[in-house]
């Protein structure tokens, strides 16, 4: 099946002139979530991934399905203040401000080897602090994997720039 059939556009939101792609209806979609964790995980299959680190919050649901079929551990990255132990934190831009990315102290061992998994990737601001979160803990970025791509935005283009290969199931022209 077409996965971009499964994923609902809703016009001018959050702001007028915004094509919101809307994954929500994939995941409730019991065959189209079952054959996008497929998909995303045979792009990573190869790359012999130890971690797959899950952006919060719609990573957590690929994140973790993805991990648990490549038999790797699983990495929640998060809002400032929301992980109970000791945390390393990335500060990073948002569209009006910044906002903090954290994970635990200990959720990866220097060197391993860590896919980044999340629903869309569109300007990067996120992935790319997913990306300097992760190699502050020497981890090796060996993938990132989005479901939907929006190229127009160039997150992708800047992901590869930094030497992480990039990989999405769809991609939608324009915002």
Do not use: N, W
Not at 23 to 36: E, K, R, S
Not at 109 to 114: F, K, S, T
């Amino acid at each position: 099946m077409d996965l971009k059939d499964r994923v609902r556009t809703i016009p001018d939101f959050p702001a007028p002139g915004i094509m919101f792609r809307d994954i929500t209806t994939l995941f409730g979609d019991a065959a189209a979530f079952g054959q996008c964790i497929d998909e995303l995980v045979l792009r990573l299959a190869s790359s012999q991934v130890d971690r797959v680190a899950g952006i919060e919050a719609r990573g957590f649901i690929l994140g973790g399905a993805v991990a648990a079929r490549l038999g790797a551990g699983f990495i929640p990255l998060r809002k400032k203040g929301k992980l109970p132990h000791r945390t390393i934190a990335v500060e990073y831009a948002l569209e009006y401000g910044t906002a903090e990315m954290e994970m635990h102290l200990d959720a990866v061992a220097a060197g391993e080897r860590v896919a980044i998994v999340d629903d869309l990737i569109a300007t990067g601001g996120t992935a790319i602090a997913a990306v300097q979160l992760l190699r502050q803990a020497e981890a090796q970025i060996v993938a990132a994997a989005f479901v939907i791509d929006l190229p127009d935005l160039g997150g992708a283009a800047k992901l590869a720039g930094m030497g992480v290969p990039v990989s999405s199931l769809i991609a939608f022209g324009g915002h």
